[in-house]
């Protein structure tokens, strides 16, 4: 689980910061209406998975990694990460967002973060597999 903090801690610090960026160009969570700029977003755990995994892969692996073996470490980065996002989420709503913001909408934003870092996490090892089992 250690090799997977620091990727983790990298998806978090930069969603986190992207929380920071949207607040200045003046968008809020106060509707459940998605700007396009927003999804931008998409791209912080694809970068945080691509590179965790390829550094767990090359360097705790020896360059061999199967299928599963890469969704396991995946799911483990996503589980800190989304962690520590949720934390940082829930201290950003409640002392720097305006009180009108709304719960609902921030909670279907990190289901949304879910459902792309579930797809990013079997995108990312299905590319960075290199054990192939041959199937019958």
Known sequence: MKNAFLPALIIAILSGAWLFVMRKMGLAFSNDNVAPVELISVFIPIVGLFWGLKVYRDGELGGKM???????????????????????GIVYINYIESKDTNWSDFSGRIFAALLVGVLSALTVSLL????????G
């Open 66 to 88: 199967s299928f599963l073996e890469g969704l396991l470490h995946c799911f483990k980065i996503l589980i800190v990460a989304g962690i520590l996002v949720v934390f940082v």
């Open 128 to 135: 960075l597999a290199t054990k192939k089992k041959k199937i």
